[in-house]
Nanobody, 116 residues
Framework: QVQLVESGGGKVQAGGSLRLSCVAS????????MGWYRQAPGRQRELVADVSSGGDRNYADSVKGRFTISGDHAKRTVFLQMNSLKPEDTAVYYCRSTTTFLYEYWGQGTQVTVSS
C-alpha cells in the first residue's frame, strides 16, 4: 500500500513563508497527478494546487501568485512553496496522488497556522 507522508507545516506570521513536502513510500503505478488540498475548520476540503504527469499545473484562484507547486513523479515527491501567507490560509494541508485508473491516495495532513 502506498503511503503519502507530508512535512513542513507549522506556525508562521502573516506575510511569512512555508514549504510543504510530500513523499510517496513507493512508486505509484500509472500516476496521473500529485497535488495539495486543504481543509479549514468547518469548511470542505478544497484544491490548492496540483501538477499532472505531463507537467501541467493548476492552482486555486486564492493562491495564484503566492504558492508554487513543484515535484518529480519519478521521485515520488511534490512540494508546495507558500509565500505571502495570510490568516485565511490556515488549514490542514493534505497531499493527494491520483492514477490513470482513477485511484487516489491521501496523506494524513500537516497543519499550517498563519497568525495576523
Amino acid at each position: 500500500q502506498v503511503q503519502l507522508v507530508e512535512s513542513g507545516g507549522g506556525k508562521v506570521q502573516a506575510g511569512g513563508s512555508l514549504r510543504l513536502s510530500c513523499v510517496a513510500s513507493k512508486s505509484i503505478p500509472s500516476i496521473a497527478s500529485m497535488g495539495w488540498y486543504r481543509q479549514a475548520p468547518g469548511r470542505q476540503r478544497e484544491l490548492v494546487a496540483d501538477v499532472s504527469s505531463g507537467g501541467d499545473r493548476n492552482y486555486a484562484d486564492s493562491v495564484k501568485g503566492r504558492f508554487t507547486i513543484s515535484g518529480d513523479h519519478a521521485k515520488r515527491t511534490v512540494f508546495l512553496q507558500m509565500n505571502s501567507l495570510k490568516p485565511e490560509d490556515t488549514a490542514v494541508y493534505y497531499c493527494r496522488s491520483t492514477t490513470t485508473f482513477l485511484y487516489e491516495y491521501w496523506g494524513q495532513g500537516t497543519q499550517v497556522t498563519v497568525s495576523s
